[in-house]
């Protein structure tokens, strides 16, 4: 079984920083892709970053220049660090990963909240 354990979330002011971490456990023989998705009220979950093995990365528009994803492998982690946050990324953000345990799924974190006052 494997899981995915999301943290960071929590409220901060405009202009602000936070990094949320989330660290996969379990049976795991490899992770593919590595990704960081977000939902906010009444909108649909969109993709905010992904990181691939070999740390290739792609930002959402919204957030380039603000966001940074990074991964450590050798601890299963990935990370978004969030600067400069805006009131419109306050969402409920999920971690995803692709792993290989005796097949590849896609796997998904609880989810964590962030929300930025103005």
């Known amino acids: 079984q494997v899981q995915l354990v999301e943290s960071g979330g929590g409220l901060v002011q405009a202009g602000g920083s936070l990094r949320l971490t989330c660290a996969a456990s379990g049976s795991i023989f490899s992770i593919k892709a590595m990704a960081w998705y977000r939902q906010a009220p009444g909108k649909q979950r969109e993709l905010v970053a992904g990181?691939?093995?070999?740390?290739?990365?792609n930002y959402a528009d919204s957030v380039k220049g603000r966001f940074t994803i990074s991964r450590d492998n050798a601890k299963n982690t990935v990370y978004l660090q969030m600067n400069s946050l805006k009131p419109e990324d306050t969402a409920v953000y999920y971690c995803s990963s692709s792993i290989v345990t005796r097949g590849l799924d896609t796997y998904w974190g609880q989810g964590t909240q962030v929300t930025v006052s103005s």
């Open positions: 990181i691939t093995s070999g740390g290739s990365t």
